[in-house]
C-alpha cells in the first residue's frame, strides 16, 4: 500500500480501529499531518475515544474481575542509578512519554456491561497519580519496595502505570516501574 497509495498502515493497525471510517482517518491523519509526535498521538487518540478490548484483553479483563488477582497482572521493574537523578526532569521525559503514548492512559470503562478501552485526554493527566518523589518516601526500602511491587491497579479509575522513586541510605537513587499486564495486551504497537 505504501508504494501504490503512499499509505503506511502496520498490521496492527487494522485490528486498533473498529471500523474502516476510523482507520481511514487515522491513515489520513499519520501519513498527512505535518505536526509535532505529541500533537500526532492526540490527533490519532480522538479519533475514537473507546475502542473494544481484544479477545486476550476481554479473558484477562474476566479473570481481573472475578479472581481479583492485583499483582498477578503487575510487571515490576527497578532500576538502580549510581549517579544522582533529577526526579523532576524524569517525570517530565515520562510525561512526555506519556503524552505520545495513549495506551499509557488507557482505563477500562464499563459502559452499559461492556467494557472498553478509554484514553484519558492530556489536560486531565495531573488527576492521575501515577509517579511518585522519593520524598513520599515514608518507610524502608525493601518495605517501599514490596508495597510497590504488590500494588492492585483499579484499571477502570487509574492508569496502567506507576512511577516510584525510592532513595537508599547513602548510596544512588533507585527508581521503581511498573503497570499492569493489560496494558500490554493495549498498546498492541
Known amino acids: ?11 496492527n493497525d487494522l485490528f486498533s480501529y473498529p471500523s ?20 500526532q498521538a492526540e490527533s490519532l487518540a480522538s479519533l475514537s475515544p473507546q475502542a473494544p478490548l481484544s479477545l486476550a484483553q476481554q479473558s484477562l479483563w474476566k479473570i481481573y474481575q472475578a479472581l481479583g488477582c492485583g499483582e498477578a497482572f503487575n510487571i515490576p521493574f527497578a532500576l538502580r542509578f549510581l549517579d544522582p537523578i533529577d526526579e523532576g526532569l524524569f517525570f517530565q521525559a515520562f510525561q512526555d512519554i506519556l503524552l505520545r503514548h495513549p495506551a499509557l492512559r488507557t482505563l477500562f470503562v464499563d459502559i452499559s456491561g461492556e467494557v472498553f478501552q478509554q484514553i484519558v485526554p492530556p489536560e486531565m493527566l495531573s488527576q492521575y497519580e501515577w509517579f511518585w ?57
Open 133 to 189: 518523589h522519593s520524598q513520599s518516601q515514608d518507610m524502608p526500602l525493601e518495605q517501599a519496595l514490596q508495597r510497590a511491587a504488590s500494588h492492585h491497579f483499579e484499571l477502570d479509575d487509574e492508569l496502567p502505570v506507576r512511577i516510584t522513586f525510592l532513595r537508599m541510605r547513602k548510596m544512588a537513587n533507585r527508581w521503581f516501574r511498573y503497570c499492569s499486564t493489560i496494558l500490554c495486551w493495549t498498546s498492541g504497537r
Open 20 to 39: 474502516a471510517a476510523q482507520l481511514a482517518r487515522y491513515a489520513y491523519i499519520a501519513n498527512n499531518v505535518a505536526a509535532s509526535p505529541g500533537k
Open 1 to 11: 500500500m505504501k508504494s501504490q497509495q503512499h499509505l503506511e498502515i502496520n498490521i
